[in-house]
């Protein structure tokens, strides 16, 4: 039951945060920052993981070329955007906000994989809001996740989550890509993850965003792997986060027939305490 959780981690991606591509943007964040009030009002603890930086910085360097955008440039926008993506978040709260950047070594190294444990357990004790992304201006090819759907589980693990949300711009997972296929059907409920699911061809088709659902999977997989629940849920729909509070699996009404507009990857429902093995 939600409800019962006493930490989550949420992940927010680009196409939310910085819809246009070129700066960020509270305009689709209000229901997910009144969620996480909610959440904290009911004394559930929330990380924040937030895409962003990208494309916030991306307004800075009008002279490039968007299909063009080397590696280098890449790390340079995330560095001039960050501030703004931390911002933007911290302008709807009347709480403290810190940001968080890491890669995947922080993660895989077990003594500063304990450390970003402590570190967000510390500020979570004192009422403040982590927001996580990962370090784009110093990450390498053997050094990066990737995409912030594994880093958000992974962080799950290393704050013992008992939930994971990833909010995304489709109502949950669905056979295939809904955007370009009518006859895609909704899974609104996975119990195990098969060679189906992971090879399910279901990439970004945002010019922001760096995962997919295929990515959403993959976290999903590993969240549960260490009994945490996972939810995929629209995050433009304010009623979906309500409902999730209420302990239901929020609908969606349509002229012909009622949908889920949330999957949940069962996982176990069982609060557990931190301290998870580091990811590899």
Same mark, same amino acid.
């Given at each position: 039951?939600?409800?019962?959780?006493?930490?989550?981690?949420?992940? /927010?991606?680009?196409?939310?945060?910085?819809?246009?591509?070129?700066?960020?943007?509270?305009?689709?964040?209000?229901?997910?920052?009144?969620?996480?009030?909610?959440?904290?009002?009911?004394?559930?603890?929330?990380?924040?993981?937030?895409?962003?930086?990208?494309?916030?910085?991306?307004?800075?360097?009008?002279?490039?070329?968007?299909?063009?955008?080397?590696?280098?440039?890449?790390?340079?926008?995330?560095?001039?955007?960050?501030?703004?993506? /931390?911002?933007?978040?911290?302008?709807?709260?009347?709480?403290?906000?810190?940001?968080?950047?890491?890669?995947?070594?922080?993660?895989?190294?077990?003594?500063?994989?304990?450390?970003?444990?402590?570190?967000?357990?510390?500020?979570?004790?004192?009422?403040?809001?982590?927001?996580?992304?990962?370090?784009?201006?110093?990450?390498?090819?053997?050094?990066? /996740?990737?995409?912030?759907?594994?880093?958000?589980?992974?962080?799950?693990?290393?704050?013992?989550?008992?939930?994971?949300?990833?909010?995304?711009?489709?109502?949950?997972?669905?056979?295939?890509?809904?955007?370009?296929?009518?006859?895609?059907?909704?899974?609104?409920?996975?119990?195990?993850?098969?060679?189906?699911?992971?090879?399910?061809?279901?990439?970004?088709?945002?010019?922001?965003?760096?995962?997919?659902?295929?990515?959403? /999977?993959?976290?999903?997989?590993?969240?549960?792997?260490?009994?945490?629940?996972?939810?995929?849920?629209?995050?433009?729909?304010?009623?979906?986060?309500?409902?999730?509070?209420?302990?239901?699996?929020?609908?969606?009404?349509?002229?012909?027939?009622?949908?889920?507009?949330?999957?949940?990857?069962?996982?176990?429902?069982?609060?557990?305490?931190?301290?998870?093995?580091?990811?590899?």
């Amino acid at each position: 039951m939600f409800s019962s959780f006493k930490r989550v981690v949420l992940k /927010v991606g680009s196409a939310l945060i910085a819809p246009s591509g070129s700066g960020c943007s509270p305009h689709k964040l209000f229901p997910i920052a009144q969620f996480i009030i909610d959440c904290r009002q009911r004394g559930i603890e929330v990380v924040l993981v937030s895409s962003g930086s990208i494309a916030a910085g991306k307004r800075h360097f009008p002279k490039i070329d968007s299909a063009d955008v080397s590696i280098t440039m890449k790390k340079a926008m995330a560095a001039a955007g960050q501030a703004e993506m /931390v911002s933007t978040w911290d302008k709807l709260f009347d709480f403290a906000t810190c940001q968080i950047l890491l890669t995947h070594g922080d993660l895989r190294d077990p003594e500063r994989y304990a450390s970003v444990s402590s570190t967000i357990d510390e500020t979570l004790k004192h009422g403040i809001l982590p927001i996580v992304n990962e370090n784009d201006t110093i990450t390498t090819d053997k050094l990066k /996740v990737g995409d912030n759907d594994n880093l958000a589980a992974m962080v799950s693990a290393a704050v013992g989550a008992d939930a994971l949300i990833l909010c995304t711009d489709v109502d949950g997972l669905y056979s295939a890509n809904p955007k370009d296929n009518p006859d895609a059907k909704h899974i609104p409920e996975v119990r195990s993850i098969t060679d189906s699911l992971r090879n399910l061809d279901m990439r970004t088709t945002n010019s922001v965003g760096t995962g997919g659902m295929a990515t959403k /999977v993959q976290a999903a997989e590993k969240a549960i792997a260490n009994g945490i629940a996972t939810y995929i849920i629209h995050g433009e729909q304010a009623d979906s986060f309500p409902a999730l509070l209420r302990n239901e699996n929020p609908e969606q009404s349509s002229f012909h027939q009622k949908v889920q507009s949330t999957t949940k990857i069962i996982g176990s429902d069982t609060p557990h305490a931190p301290g998870r093995a580091c990811c590899k």
